[in-house]
T-cell receptor, first 114, second 108 residues
Framework: KAGVTQTPRYLIKTRGQQVTLSCSPI?????VSWYQQTPGQGLQFLFE???????NKGNFPGRFSGRQFSNSRSEMNVSTLELGDSALYLC?????????????FGPGTRLTVL | GQQLNQSPQSMFIQEGEDVSMNCTSS?????WLWYKQDPGEGPVLLIA?????ELTSNGRLTAQFGITRKDSFLNISASIPSDVGIYFC????????FGGGTRLMVKP
């Protein structure tokens, strides 16, 4: 069974630009969660989508948004990029959601904002 | 961002030693998960705990869900070099929160 895939793996943007990251979950998984990982703040929960609906949301500004498609693939968008948005963005998929059981992480997309 | 209090933040290990780490919170959680992350990769699930008081083992790893539902610990017995990495606890309840991580390094 293929694991969670994320594209692109690396991305360089400049301040003010916007970016879209993609996550393909494990086949059959309907929940996709997004996390931001930085050296200073550690791993922080962004949001979770289940069957195309946002079910949980972390404490991030509205510049961070996401969506999920009918095939469970998910995208995350960050608008008006700031230097502090430089981070590793991880997505994780699970059958029923991170709070209900196990979740499997992708390798991440490393975003650098210049 | 809000995080679980995970300790220690880092520790050196010598092959064969036992290792302990824990996470505490003022909030109650329904699920505790323990992950390990190697450089350049996403976290990999080690152990999942679903009930207060539950004690679960996975090879040399043992983890417990605290009876108050506010804490969890992970033990690694007879450590080996490939245990090096960063270990994270993850609590799921009204909020979904990671601990700050415990970095295991090899003693020189």
């Amino acid at each position: 069974k293929a694991g969670v895939t994320q594209t692109p793996r690396y991305l360089i943007k400049t301040r003010g630009q916007q970016v879209t990251l993609s996550c393909s979950p494990i086949s059959g998984h309907r929940s996709v969660s997004w996390y931001q990982q930085t050296p200073g703040q550690g791993l922080q929960f962004l949001f979770e989508y289940f069957s195309e609906t946002q079910r949980n949301k972390g404490n991030f500004p509205g510049r961070f948004s996401g969506r999920q498609f009918s095939n469970s693939r998910s995208e995350m968008n960050v608008s008006t990029l700031e230097l502090g948005d430089s981070a590793l963005y991880l997505c994780a998929s699970s059958l029923a959601g991170p709070e209900a059981g196990t979740q499997y992480f992708g390798p991440g997309t490393r975003l650098t904002v210049l | 961002g809000q995080q679980l209090n995970q300790s220690p933040q880092s520790m050196f290990i010598q092959e064969g030693e036992d290792v302990s780490m824990n996470c505490t919170s003022s909030s109650i959680f329904n699920t505790w998960l323990w992950y390990k992350q190697d450089p350049g990769e996403g976290p990999v699930l080690l152990i999942a705990l679903y009930k207060a008081g539950e004690l679960t083992s996975n090879g040399r790893l043992t983890a417990q869900f605290g009876i108050t539902r506010k804490d969890s610990f992970l033990n690694i017995s007879a450590s080996i070099p490939s245990d090096v990495g960063i270990y994270f606890c993850f609590g799921a309840g009204n909020m979904l929160t990671f601990g700050g991580g415990t970095r295991l390094m090899v003693k020189p």
